[in-house]
């Protein structure tokens, strides 16, 4: 697992490390393996795979397995269940070995979803939660580590993946070629209660979604007997992305927005009285329209991505124990964006600061909460018109290109122990963002009524600012990473240790943030991190081994003006915070585990296992003084028999520790904050027969 910026080995680049996953080729001897597990919630899990050969140069293998589980979260109004699993995928390989220079590989798959998912716990009970109880709604309030949630439905999570790769290897003398051409695809349907009470807030928040990937690429290397050894390759990514979500008022939405809007003062030309009722009595609405259900916001997003990669490694051996390595990868990224987006809430087209003049407020003193009562209501305006792009400021588009590269000496000090230092930079290109949060940036746009701020920037000049329009980023711009590494590296008899330093930098840190019904997407100016990594492995009798490994890190906004925290204002005024160590990330992470092998008999084993993982706390959300605490201890007892015969008792976070996993602004709740928490104790058996 490389965590230093991957810029000369892996296609489009990583610019924080990867993880390279090769999965086992079929095999020309007959082999399997099949498993059946049962746990608590009602679980079975079933997975089998068989490979052999068909002829003497064509190999195959096939696997399935199937996931099921009741959910470990009830709906206290409802009584269904959620967090289910409901899950199966097969998997296919064939392998031509023409000969002992030249093979190709096929790989097919697919696996289908389909399940009530992903319950909301209530964190904090604002302002709003009397409305909602005065219409029947119910809220399990304040009760972040509750294992029940209140919907007036239950969710639809229903989605398909599939691909198909290939790919030739070819030895020609003292070089290698691979060539690997790939297709995945992602079909899924979403559908969710997004207020999180039994209340009809919002009648439903639906997304579909379209992904097709197409990838292909070609490297050369090098087997010379010498001091110089080198790769090349190419790389060509090919994605396209139809996304068309809705979010829509349900049928309680009015009466609960006439509970929180109150009534207006007398003024003007209007006496005192309900809010929508006096707005839609003086002609700025039709009579019922304000709140209405199944008024709401439906979008579609065309999203294209081409990129090409260029990149290369050599090494020089300069003595027998010193290994020089650099490397490069050039990278040319296209994307083109096209959005058709529609709200159809009347009341959030409304312009509040204009109709406070129809009030009597003086122009000048419109846009004051103190003067303008209508003001208040600003919070139920969360379905405004979206300003579409392309157009006559905005092209859609963004055009990214970077020559990354690589320096690594390696130094083999004796047979125990080698040693690293890496300068390494790596590269993200340009992100777009596909939500209703996505906005014109500050720089095309200053929000505020034309009331009181007349045309000046960009979009008022062009004639598109659309009522009740804020700023925000369409796109993040491209991240460049820039890591300084030292490394340790030992294996003795019985034990062994990896120990990694280092210094990162990101200029243009992409972060992205989830808002409840979309994404607030910014650049940092800069976030750096330093930390190191340490991992050993003990062995200190031939029948128990432990590992152990230590993470530390200590990162900081070093300048970020434009980021977002968790306030009145989320996502629609920028935040400072610069000097502030990220949400999320905590300072220490720990884990532990071993085995330990009893051997019954000469064919029979008893192998006992432990881990423990701990992550130090750390507040979740910027801005928020809410924070989590992860541990998680699993173990499993496996009595193994011959015959290639296992049963296994099992358990994951025996502890049944709980934590909120991630917090968000309540949907249409100003005040409130709603969030997803882990999964608890899980427990059963299993039976696996290897052959």
Sequence with gaps: MPRVPQSSQFGKNASAGIISIVTREPQFEFGGNAELSSGNFNAIIARADI???????????????????????????????????????????????????????????????????CAVVNIVDGPTGGAVRALGGRIDSANPLALTSTTNFDSENEIENYGLSGQADLAVGAFDLTLIGAYRAVRSFTNQDSDFTSADLIGRNSAETDIDTYTAEARIASNFDGF????????????????????????????YA??????????????????????????????????????????????????????????????????????????????????DVRSTDVFSSLDLVAIGTLLGVPPSLAANPAVNPLLGLQALQFLPQFLNFPNAVEDGRTRDNDLSYTLRLAYKFNDNISGYATYATGFKASSFNLSRDSRPTRANFIPGSPVTNPPSSPVRAAGLAVPNLTSGTRFAGPEDAEVYELGLKGQFDGFGFNLAVFQQALKGFQGNIFTGTGFVLANAEKQSTFGFELDTSFTPIRALNITASLTYLNPTFDSFTGGSALNPTFGTVPTDLSGQRPAGIPEFSLSVGGNYTANLSDTTRLIFHADYQHESNVPIAQGSNISREVESLNASVTLALGGGFEVSAWGRNLTDAAYITTIFPSVAQAGSLSGYRNQPRTYGGLVRYRF
């Design 258 to 339: 006439s509970l929180l809007a109150g009534n207006i003062p007398a003024g003007g030309p209007l006496p005192a009285g309900p809010a929508y009722t006096l707005l839609e009595r003086i002609g700025v609405a039709p009579v019922g329209s304000l709140g209405g259900a199944g008024q709401g916001v439906f979008e579609n997003y065309d999203y294209r991505n081409r990129a090409i990669s260029a990149f290369g490694q050599a090494d020089f051996s300069l003595t027998d124990q010193l290994t020089l390595t650099a490397g490069f990868n050039y990278t040319r990224d296209r994307k083109n964006v096209v959005t």
């Design 228 to 255: 110089f050894n080198f790769l090349l390759g190419a790389y060509y990514f090919h994605e396209n992305i139809e996304f068309s979500p809705q979010l829509s008022l349900g049928r309680d939405f009015r009466n």
């Design 51 to 117: 490979t052999g050969p068909i002829s003497e140069n064509i190999a195959f293998s096939i696997g399935g397995n199937i996931n099921k589980r009741d959910g470990f979260i009830t709906d206290l109004a409802s009584g269904s269940e959620f967090n289910e699993r409901d899950r199966w995928g097969v998997r296919s390989s064939l392998l031509f070995q023409a000969s002992d220079d030249f093979k190709i590989r096929f790989i097919g798959d697919y696996d289908k979803i389909d399940e009530n998912c």
